[in-house]
């Protein structure tokens, strides 16, 4: 948890920059609202859609792998954004909605590793959407560039144990 702190503490100024670039310099009322519906997309409701179609679709080895890389996803997410509580950057601090880990990125990068594991060919969209859903959480600021490289990192590692077993 110190190293967490002193890390976020170096970090601070590079972040406020890439904040405030996003906020302002970048900032355009139709790109936001783009990056709004992007950002839905990584909804941890929205994207637990995914194992139901691969089930539906008779894909059952890949929906195996998406239901369990869902279910690891919230035994991870839940209990780091209630143990570290970082406060988001534009909002009241709610622990319940705290910006560290961003789930809906590591949702993404979850869900991407697995697509492209059992379905090489769509590693590319796969990842380049998850990548956008990422800087989403940047743009729209509900989280600071660090929570969404954590994040990624997180959903990796998830999709990498995942296909372990």
């Not at 972040?15 to 405030?20: A, H, T």
């Not at 792998?65 to 209630?82: E, Q, R, W």
């Not at 560290?100 to 769509?122: D, N, R, V």
Request: glycine residues 6%; neutral net charge.
């Amino acid at each position: 948890m110190i190293v967490f702190f002193l890390l976020s503490q170096a970090l601070c100024p590079l972040e406020d920059s890439i904040m405030e670039l996003t906020s302002t310099t970048w900032h355009s009322p139709p790109v936001y609202r783009i990056m709004q519906g992007v950002s839905y997309a990584g909804h941890p409701v929205v994207s637990g859609t995914t194992p139901l179609v691969l089930y539906y679709a008779g894909e059952h080895a890949a929906a195996q792998d998406s239901y369990l890389g869902l279910f690891l996803n919230c035994a991870t997410v839940i209990p780091m954004k209630h143990l570290i509580h970082r406060r988001r950057p534009c909002s009241s601090h709610v622990q319940w909605d705290a910006s560290l880990p961003s789930g809906h990125t590591t949702f993404m990068f979850t869900q991407a590793y697995l697509l492209s594991h059992h379905y090489p060919k769509i590693t590319v969209p796969v990842f380049a959407f998850a990548s956008v859903v990422g800087l989403s959480r940047i743009y729209t600021q509900k989280h600071y560039p660090s929570d969404v490289l954590i994040s990624v990192a997180l959903g990796l590692l998830t999709g990498f144990v995942v296909t372990s077993f």
